[in-house]
């Protein structure tokens, strides 16, 4: 009993720990937060948050996988969906993981100080995203087969390349090229292309 209250104690102060980093990083940046500003943050010393966190980039990319574990869940929940057809889901997780990634990149204006420090030095967190949304992307695409709405030999090669084709839609830097009514409507015309492309004949 008592191992798993000091378990449950040691959760807690990384969840702590990781809510404060996501504020300083959030206001303050990535390249302008220290470890030692975290640390006060969460009322400890230095020395106490690295028996946590090996450094600061062990920190952001628990804030990533944090991040991302939303996204997935999100997406997750609009495959799983019932009553509606594969061209439907595919427009409907396009159009969610947009506003998303417009939402938050535009409440968190220094995100992308935190997602070129994840693409640079932990692509494997960045793969793993890729992965994940991908295995969803094929369950859909094996939907369509199912119902005859499309015509898809290899689902999961084809996954990948729809997740390529809608990169405008996901990643934050794009996200400040349009406005979000116009990039809605991109999604909504490239995801008509692909259904087309993705039909039976």
Do not use: W
């Amino acid at each position: 009993m008592e191992m798993k209250n000091t378990d449950k104690h040691a959760e807690e102060t990384r969840e702590n720990i990781l809510q404060a980093a996501e504020e300083r990083f959030q206001t303050y940046g990535y390249n302008k937060t220290t470890m030692i500003e975290i640390a006060s943050d969460v009322g400890m010393s230095a020395a106490n948050l690295y028996r946590y966190y090996t450094n600061k980039q062990d920190i952001a990319a628990a804030c990533a996988q944090q991040c991302i574990g939303s996204q997935i869940e999100m997406l997750r929940a609009a495959v799983q969906q019932t009553g509606l057809s594969a061209a439907e889901k595919l427009h409907q997780c396009t159009q969610e993981m947009l506003r998303y990634t417009h939402e938050t990149t535009s409440q968190q204006p220094k995100l992308n100080e935190l997602v070129n420090v994840i693409v640079s030095d932990r692509q494997d967190i960045v793969h793993n995203k890729i992965q994940q949304s991908c295995a969803l992307l094929a369950e859909v695409l094996a939907q369509g087969n199912d119902s005859g709405e499309f015509a898809v030999d290899d689902v999961n090669k084809t996954a990948h390349t729809v997740y390529n084709a809608l990169k405008l839609f996901h990643v934050p830097i794009f996200m400040s090229l349009y406005d979000l009514e116009t990039l809605q409507q991109k999604a909504r015309d490239v995801v008509d292309l692909l259904i087309l492309g993705l039909a039976k004949r």
